[in-house]
Nanobody
């Protein structure tokens, strides 16, 4: 079973919007941190937006004022609404979660997961 299931992404024109979704699956007990990072070609992976365990939200500088992170705790889902997209937003977007499982066989464990990545391309 894939721990993080990502959806959304694709091709959008500059100034357009996209919404990314990420669902954490499994026998989840607690989610300590969950959000999105991105990696553009030739660049390091960087923070986009993340929910922290204390309830705070961190945004990367490039996301502030344009992107909004939201969540549905009942569904273990986070959503990244991206508005006013720019060429430089083109990247692979990865969901990341620091969470605890309570598996019926393996028991309690805390893990850090990455999704497989979603391509977001901003182009005319």
């Amino acid at each position: 079973q894939v721990p993080l299931v990502e959806s959304g992404g694709g091709l959008v024109q500059p100034g357009g919007s996209l919404r990314l979704s990420c669902t954490a699956t499994g026998d989840i007990v607690s989610i300590y941190r969950m959000g999105w990072y991105r990696q553009a070609p030739g660049k390091q992976r960087e923070l986009v937006a993340v929910f922290n365990h204390d309830g705070s939200t961190d945004y990367g500088d490039s996301a502030k004022g344009r992107f909004t992170l939201s969540r549905d705790n009942a569904k273990n889902e986070v959503y990244l609404q991206m508005n006013s997209l720019k060429f430089e937003d083109t990247a692979l977007y990865y969901c990341n979660a620091d969470l605890a499982h309570d598996h019926p066989v393996t028991g309690w464990g805390r893990y850090d997961y990455w999704g497989q990545g979603l391509q977001v391309t901003v182009s005319t």
